[in-house]
């Protein structure tokens, strides 16, 4: 059974630094695509990054050059590193498979970041 | 960048068909699918490539893909389908999502 649980989440300071992890369990990360996806609080989705089986990755332009997509093969894991954090970054962070047939069809429940002073 | 815009939000009596529309610039040229979200959960894919269904979404989903337009539609709306909906499709490398639609099942 596919299983996904991020964790890492807290309060930060604007400025700050965070690397969110997400566990995977049923599946193999380095095989799979793997995606980054959040929620600010009463808002919709917003996709955020996606790193390829062959280790290319992608970013939304809104955090470009702060936030760095990485996974360990051994470990299973994927993670999110989270830096310049800004208070807009505040949101529940999901990770995802995907894409697979162009979509994302595991979540995790998602881990909450908030940025403020 | 390319954008996805959906109606805020969509009313349904109970037993009769949902609409939910999502456009976009030649949306119809790559796949769109959409995912269903919960109050407090985590969102789940519900049609996927445009028109396919996920093991365990009831075949009361379906979903359209045509020129500029995607549409996820609800026959039969059961009041457990009230919920937001998003689309979501790929431009390039980069994901895209929708802008949302509540669904309230009146």
């Known amino acids: 059974e596919v299983h996904l649980v991020e964790s890492g989440g807290a309060l930060m300071q604007p400025g700050g630094s965070l690397r969110l992890s997400c566990a995977a369990s049923?599946?193999?990360?380095?095989?799979?695509?793997m995606s980054w996806v959040r929620q600010a609080p009463g808002k919709g989705l917003e996709w955020v990054s996606v790193?390829?089986?062959?280790?290319?990755?992608y970013y939304a332009d809104s955090v470009k050059g702060r936030f760095t997509i990485s996974r360990d093969n051994y470990k299973n894991t994927l993670y999110l590193q989270m830096n310049s954090l800004r208070a807009d970054d505040t949101a529940v962070y999901y990770c995802?498979?995907?894409?697979?047939?162009?979509?994302?069809?595991?979540w995790g429940q998602g881990t909450l970041v908030t940025v403020s002073s | 960048s390319y954008e996805l815009t959906q109606p805020p939000s969509v009313s349904v009596s109970p037993g009769q068909t949902a609409s939910i529309t999502c456009s976009g610039d030649?949306?119809?040229?790559?796949?769109a699918c959409w995912y269903q979200q919960k109050p407090g959960q985590s969102p789940v894919l519900v049609i996927y490539?445009?028109?396919k269904r996920p093991s365990g979404i009831p075949e009361r989903f379906s979903g359209s893909n045509s020129g500029n337009t995607a549409t996820l539609t609800i026959s039969g709306t059961q009041a457990m389908d009230e919920a937001d909906y998003y689309c979501q499709a790929w431009d390039s490398s980069t994901g895209v999502f929708g802008t949302g639609t509540k669904v309230t099942v009146l």
């Open positions: 790193i390829y089986s062959g280790g290319s990755t």
């Open positions: 490539q445009d028109t």
């Open positions: 049923g599946f193999t990360v380095s095989s799979n695509y």
């Open positions: 030649k949306l119809g040229d790559r796949y």
């Open positions: 995802a498979r995907g894409p697979l047939d162009t979509s994302l069809d595991y």
